[in-house]
Structure formats: structure tokens, C-alpha cells
């Protein structure tokens, strides 16, 4: 069998990615020799040890990133900088800091003054998941022909770089190298902005008079439903997420609020051309999506 990439992988957060890494490493081998589950209660260790998807659950963060040669930050990004304090001092010289946060300007400000020198920091974004949370979501396909991104800051290591790569290579994802402040304008599009829609129309469909809402609900299409599928996303992490990607979230928000009020003016004017080319243009990206198996 191949070696492993790491003697040592620490996870700090067990929810749906880091529960679906713990199982690909259990089940492959190949990415890491032990690894360490971290989570902020024990309750939620007792679950990932019930499941046997880690080789140590540890509630201490400085036994758990103890002797790691690589640590990853799996929880909310808002919650990167505390935890990043709290570990830094006892990281090992050499080892790799790496996280799986949607936002990476945020993350490299937040993480990278903790570090101390001969430690690594490999930010990198898996673009897989579901709209569940917690040790039990995570399955070992969640990473399968997905996206992997990773944005190194200027002069990191490449051998450290090589080496995350491989590991999400191992889980079944696609990688790419990006700038920081361009992954943020990007994933602010394909994602952020897409999740902020959801729980606006959500809301406004819970504010509706009762009797309405209960037609709402009991008649949904399958366009509102797939915006509840969306909407029901863990709150704490699109909070920190929104919060965190201010700028380029914003910026698409009045983007698409543009768009929307030349929509709402074509529908009042009955300008049929302008509608069936923003329809038409959505079917084209849609089968562009399915071109490239990211649907």
C-alpha cells in the first residue's frame, strides 16, 4: 500500500467535511497513519467514536494538534482566529496548518499571525457539500470529481502545497491554485450569493399571513423547494461565511439587484425578448454545468 501522506492528521471540527475526510482516511489508508478528531463537546466525540471514523477523539486542543503533522481547521470560519491562538504555540516545527473555509481573506488574516515560523499554512476550499451537518453527514464520496482550491500565500512551501494537494487528490477531488481575493469574488457568485438568496426567499415566505404560508408549503414547487433544500444550511457557518466575505458578497448582491430590477421592468412592459434571453442564458449554464458532471 502506498505510504501515507501524514503520520498524524488532526481535525479540528467533525461535521460534514471533516467527518467525510476522517472517513476517506480511515477507509484509504493512504492519507494519514492516525487520525485525531477535535470537537468543541463531548457529545459530539462520543458520536464520532461510536461511528469509528477516527483513530483518537481528543477534547483538549493542545493534546490534539500535539505531535501532528498536519492540522485542519474544520469548523466555522468565524471561530479561526481563537482556534489558531490556541494551537499555535504547540504546533510542531514543520508541520502544516491547512482549513476548509469558504472564505480565504479572511482566513489567511485571521490564521496566519498565529503561526509560528516553520509551520506551514495551506488554505484550501473543498466546493462539496449538503445542506446537513454533524459527525453523522459525512460520507466518503462528498469529494468525488468536486473542486478543491487552494490558495497558498506568496512564498509558502511547495512541498507543503504538494501535500495537501494530494491529500484532496486522495479524496476524489479536482484541485486548482487561486489567488485569495479572486477565489473570494468567485465563490461570492457561485456559491455566497446563491445561499443568501435562499434564505431571503425563506424568509419571505415565512412572513407571509398564515393562510398563505400554509399554501406556500403545501403546494411548493420544486423551484422553492430547492431553495429550501439550500436554506436549510447550517446558520452559524453562512453567518460567519456572509460576514467574512463582506466585500465580494456585496458587491455580486448589487450585481444581481441590478439585474433583478431590469427583470421586474421587462415583466411590466411586457418585454418578451429581454425574458426568453435571460431564460435561454440560464439553460445554457445549466447544460454547461452538466457538460463539465458539476451538476
Excluded at 463582506?246 to 421586474?264: G, I, K, P
Amino acid at each position: 500500500m502506498t505510504e501515507p501522506i501524514f503520520e498524524r492528521l488532526v481535525l479540528i471540527g467533525v461535521g460534514l467535511i471533516g467527518s467525510s475526510v476522517a472517513r476517506i482516511a480511515r477507509a484509504r489508508g493512504d492519507i494519514a497513519r492516525v487520525v485525531v478528531a477535535n470537537a468543541r463537546t463531548e457529545a459530539t466525540l462520543a458520536r464520532v467514536n461510536e461511528l469509528g471514523i477516527a483513530d483518537v477523539c481528543e477534547i483538549d486542543l493542545v493534546r490534539a494538534v500535539e505531535g501532528a503533522d498536519c492540522v485542519m481547521l474544520c469548523a466555522p470560519v468565524g471561530a479561526y482566529a481563537a482556534l489558531a491562538a490556541a494551537i499555535g504555540p504547540h504546533l510542531a516545527p514543520g508541520s502544516i496548518v491547512t482549513d476548509v473555509g469558504s472564505t480565504k481573506q479572511s482566513v489567511i488574516r485571521d490564521i496566519g499571525p498565529h503561526l509560528p515560523q516553520g509551520v506551514h499554512f495551506v488554505p484550501a476550499h473543498p466546493m462539496a457539500g449538503t445542506e446537513f451537518s454533524g459527525p453523522d453527514a459525512g460520507f466518503v464520496e462528498l469529494f468525488r470529481g468536486r473542486w478543491c482550491l487552494l490558495t497558498p500565500p506568496p512564498g509558502t512551501d511547495p512541498q507543503a502545497v504538494e501535500r495537501i494537494k494530494m491529500l484532496w487528490e486522495r479524496c476524489g477531488a479536482s484541485i486548482s491554485v487561486m489567488d485569495p481575493a479572486h477565489h473570494d469574488r468567485v465563490v461570492a457568485i457561485v456559491s455566497h450569493l446563491p445561499h443568501l438568496i435562499a434564505f431571503t426567499i425563506c424568509g419571505t415566505a415565512d412572513d407571509l399571513a398564515d393562510e398563505t404560508r400554509k399554501e406556500v408549503l403545501q403546494f411548493a414547487a420544486s423551484g422553492f423547494r430547492d431553495f429550501t433544500r439550500i436554506a436549510a444550511s447550517d446558520p452559524v457557518m453562512w453567518r460567519d461565511v456572509f460576514l467574512n466575505n463582506r466585500e465580494a458578497l456585496l458587491e455580486m448582491l448589487a450585481r444581481f439587484t441590478e439585474d433583478a430590477q431590469a427583470m421586474a421592468r421587462a415583466v411590466r412592459w411586457g418585454d418578451s425578448s429581454y425574458i426568453e434571453d435571460k431564460v435561454n442564458r440560464g439553460r445554457k449554464i445549466r447544460q454547461a454545468l452538466l457538460d463539465l458532471h458539476q451538476a
